[in-house]
């Protein structure tokens, strides 16, 4: 009887870890979503105008699939006036845009060299 006992105790201990050991496994999936995450929202585009007085650029891009919104050229803000200094007109930018309480802001971006 004891034994009985033992191996029901043993198999409803393990029926009840299962869900935790499963659960961890899949957070190993979940710290590689960021970087992929990142990589989606990262566009391509070419700089149409510096505008340092008003904090915006002015930029001709591709898709923007984090923003789902299809190819244009349209004036953005720049969270950081400072990113306004890395380009000028002409360059060509891999750039991160969000919607920032409604209005669509450059968050990050860096002049795309390799083209």
């Known amino acids: 009887m004891k034994s009985a006992l033992s ?3 043993i198999c409803l201990s393990l029926f009840i870890a299962t869900p935790a050991f499963a659960a961890s496994g899949h957070d190993a999936h ?3 979503a960021a970087p992929a995450a990142s990589a989606a929202a ?3 585009g070419t700089v149409k105008k510096v505008d340092k007085a ?3 650029l002015t ?4 898709p923007l699939k984090n923003l ?3 190819p244009m050229t349209m004036a953005f803000r720049v969270s950081d006036a400072s990113l306004m200094d890395k380009v000028k007109v002409g360059d060509r930018i891999r750039f991160v845009a969000e919607n920032a309480d409604g209005t669509l ?3 990050a971006l860096e002049p ?3 083209r």
């Open 59 to 62: 930029i001709a891009h591709g």
């Open 54 to 56: 008003a904090g915006r």
């Open 7 to 9: 191996l029901t105790a």
């Open 68 to 70: 789902d919104m299809p």
């Open 112 to 114: 795309d060299r390799g």
């Open 30 to 32: 979940n710290a590689t």
């Open 42 to 44: 990262t566009s391509e």
């Open 105 to 107: 802001t450059v968050k």
